[in-house]
């Protein structure tokens, strides 16, 4: 069966990498695993190998029989037809773990949809688009939205890259293994709806300086957001992507105060 360009699948055969993914999520015979789209079910035969149990979460419809009579003879495995984005979460059994080759244009709700969950999984190990696992990563100096909204409720470590040739067909980017474990609680307490709001006004043009795009974003005078940075202790000329998470906190804790 060939792989849909609609549904951004490019399935990956190369074992020892296969194997790296497994063994990034520490996947033993205690754990129960969630495969989102296991496609030709490459991942999933090594993953049943070393878990307890595997459910496998394959979206396209035209590919579950396959996968069905595949691992029709292994007991720890389960094919669901479903949209993992629609997934109930809660049955799960507590302590999960995640390893995936996900679809690129859905890396971000992915990943947002087990961090927001009540029952979170205890690791994601996922094989994502090369430069999107960097953004994920990144450092001050090269933040994003992204990097600051995943960075908040988890740890992340980019564990290795891989190359565009392992895959059938081959996408036209590399990939890299991202692992994630979320944190019991988020790095700190804010009222996200509000938090997210002032990071996205401060992303909203990334050229600006800070005081420019949040005076935009916010809709409020540069003299006031000029002196909101002060009392932050942050430089007037500092732009977003330069900001770690600890500074946005005490920006967002500054403006909430003198609102």
């Not at 033993?28 to 190998?49: C, F, H, M, Q, W």
């Not at 878990?51 to 069905?68: C, H």
């Not at 244009?105 to 094989?127: A, E, G, R």
Request: charged share 25%.
């Amino acid at each position: 069966m060939k792989a849909k360009k609609s549904l951004g699948q490019h399935w990956l055969f190369d074992k020892p990498t296969l194997y790296k993914i497994v063994e990034s999520a520490e996947v033993s015979k205690n754990d129960t695993v969630l495969e989102v789209g296991p496609g030709r079910g490459s991942l999933t035969e090594v993953l049943a190998e070393q878990a307890s149990k595997v459910i496998a979460v394959e979206f396209d419809a035209d590919l579950v029989p396959g996968l069905k009579a595949t691992f029709a003879t292994k007991d720890n495995v389960e094919i669901t037809q479903a949209d993992i984005l629609d997934y109930d979460l809660s049955n799960l059994a507590v302590g999960y773990k995640v390893v995936a080759n996900i679809p690129y244009y859905i890396t971000s709700p992915i990943i947002q949809k087990f961090l927001q969950d009540h029952n979170q999984p205890s690791v994601m190990v996922l094989l994502i688009q090369k430069e999107v696992a960097q953004r994920i990563v990144a450092k001050p100096g090269q933040m994003s939205v992204l990097a600051v909204s995943v960075q908040l409720k988890a740890e992340v470590e980019l564990v290795a890259n891989v190359g565009k040739e392992l895959f059938q067909p081959p996408p036209e980017v590399d990939s890299a293994i991202l692992k994630i474990i979320p944190r019991i609680k988020p790095l700190f307490d804010v009222d996200e709806q509000k938090f997210f709001s002032l990071v996205k006004a401060g992303f909203g043009e990334k050229r600006k300086m800070l005081r420019n795009s949040l005076a935009g974003g916010l809709q409020k005078e540069p003299t006031q957001i000029e002196e909101l940075l002060k009392q932050s202790g942050l430089d007037v000329t500092a732009r977003a992507q330069e900001l770690s998470l600890s500074q946005w906190r005490v920006l967002y804790n500054k403006m909430n105060n003198n609102d």
